[in-house]
């Protein structure tokens, strides 16, 4: 029995509870019965709800299951959290093959699960379509192995890098198709990360549960719209905040270096937040200087040429003379979103 397409299908019903999950990983599961039709089917949807492989087996009621395989992404866990192991219930419902994408790296599981159904005689299928897995859960895999917040960076430019004019003119780069799949990319982050100089020059909404801002100097007006919806974090670096302003709005301090707001400060302001991702959608400035930081970026191309070097960059916070010195990347997607393109990259290890 090839297992890659069963696996795909795991992927694609762990995708069903992006957004909702963390700090918890996306799975998906899917049950077979011993002859190895199809019987059943789940997924994690909300953190603190079933995990994916008890969501699958409690819609069977009528042992159908007995003697059949159970195919998921992550490894089943062993441990008792806001439910029972799911090992144990693997166990119990007579699953005789488990195939799993990747083992779970929470030091409270890995590889306890995959002992524990050996120890009951189930036979273990491990690191199926594995690169697939690792990727949905890159997020819960930064988290879970640094102890730190994934940093994903959006940003949309013409074919010469440019995000707007010098007078600030920049709507719209992308198609309205494009800037739809950037509400779908949103989803996918615990937080969305904005510049006090873009709030000031757009005055986004940006819709988001979560919306932190950088404000060093605390110039931004509270009336702009980013700060009418959602709860908004704004760090500073002022002795004195707004004394009356609505609940959903915190300020933190955080120190200057450069004349600039600490990054490294930030992020792991985030992470102690229980912030476990983020995206940032700014200016040249703070993108380029979240380089160092940056987890994955995402990269909308337009097919449209402003030829003016007075146009504002897509990157730009410094000024290098050896092409060497450039940050590196690697190309994961090519995708289109017509007339535009997204491309999906990743940094390389020494940026
Ligand atoms: C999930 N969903 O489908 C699977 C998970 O806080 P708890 O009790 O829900 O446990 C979370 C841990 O369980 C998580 O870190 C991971 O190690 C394991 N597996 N978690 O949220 C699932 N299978
Ligand atoms: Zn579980």
Request: proline content about 4%; aromatic content about 6%.
């Amino acid at each position: 029995m090839q297992y890659e397409e069963l696996m795909k299908k795991c992927i694609e019903l762990a995708k069903q509870g992006e957004g909702n999950t963390s700090p918890n990983p996306l799975v998906g599961c899917v049950v077979l019965d011993k002859n190895e039709n199809l019987i059943s089917t789940g997924f994690h949807a909300k953190y603190g709800q079933n995990h994916a492989e008890r969501d699958a087996l409690l819609k069977l009621k009528n042992g159908e299951e007995h003697g059949g395989t159970l195919i998921v992404n992550l490894e089943p866990c062993s441990h008792y959290g806001k439910t029972p192991p799911c090992a144990d219930l693997i166990i119990e419902r007579g699953i005789k093959k488990v195939v799993i994408g990747m083992r779970d790296v929470n030091p409270i599981v890995a590889g306890n699960g995959i002992k524990k159904l050996k120890d009951a005689g189930i036979e273990v299928v491990e690191n199926v379509l594995n690169n697939e897995c690792l990727k949905l859960n890159e997020v819960f895999i930064k988290n879970m192995t640094k102890h730190k917040t994934f940093i994903a960076l959006k940003t949309a430019a013409t074919l010469d890098g440019k995000i707007a004019t010098s007078n600030g003119s920049s709507k719209w780069i992308t198609s309205e198709e494009a800037r739809e799949e950037v509400k779908v990319i949103r989803k996918r982050y615990d937080a969305i990360m904005t510049s006090s100089s873009t709030v000031i020059a757009d005055n986004p909404v940006m819709l988001h549960r979560t919306k932190i801002i950088l404000d060093r100097e605390l110039k931004t007006d509270l009336k702009s719209k980013i700060y009418q919806s959602g709860e908004i974090i704004v760090f500073h670096s002022q002795d004195k905040v707004p004394s009356q302003t609505a609940k959903n709005i915190k300020f933190i301090p955080a120190p200057v270096e450069d004349n600039k707001l600490n990054l490294e400060f930030i992020f792991s302001k985030l992470y102690e937040l229980n912030i476990m991702s983020v995206l940032i959608e700014s200016g040249g400035v703070l993108n380029g200087n979240a380089l160092k930081y940056v987890d994955k970026i995402y990269h909308f191309i337009a097919p449209k040429i402003t030829a003016d070097n007075s146009c504002l960059s897509c990157f730009n916070s410094r000024q290098i003379n050896d092409i060497n010195s450039s940050y590196d990347f690697k190309i994961d997607r090519i995708d289109s979103y017509p007339p535009d393109i997204l491309l999906t990259y990743y940094p390389m290890a020494n940026n």
